[in-house]
């Protein structure tokens, strides 16, 4: 049985940089792919970016590519990520997420186990 514990959210300035941090507890021979998320109150869940388990073939929503990156530390079991030039439109709930899908899909439907969230605030 695998759980998420995300952390490494805070209040920033725009054009700041964050970095958050997923830790991954035990392990599931078919997680495949581990995701981040960001909810703000009232929209639906958006899916920013996913990696797969040994770390490679990173994908990214449109609305942050070139601002933000994923990446894996195999021997930690974390998964980063970094975030820069955050803009007020940033700011929500961030989650990260495990997925058993064979294929990368950023979309949160694909994601099963879910962490309870770190929270980004970024102001003008």
């Known amino acids: 049985q695998v759980q998420v514990v995300e952390s490494g959210g805070g209040s920033v300035q725009a054009g700041g940089s964050l970095k958050l941090s997923c830790s991954i507890v035990g392990s599931s021979p078919s997680m495949t792919w581990i995701g981040w998320f960001r909810q703000v109150p009232g929209k639906e869940r958006e899916g920013l970016a996913t990696v797969s388990v040994s770390g490679t073939f990173p994908q990214y929503a449109d609305s942050v590519t070139g601002r933000f990156a994923i990446s894996r530390d195999r021997a930690e079991a974390v998964v980063y990520l970094q975030m820069n030039n955050l803009t007020p439109e940033d700011t929500g709930m961030y989650y990260c997420?495990?997925?058993?899908?064979?294929?990368?899909?950023?979309?949160?439907?694909?994601?099963?186990?879910w962490g309870q969230g770190t929270q980004v605030t970024v102001s003008s």
């Open positions: 997420a495990t997925s058993s899908s064979p294929t990368p899909r950023i979309a949160p439907a694909y994601y099963s186990t």
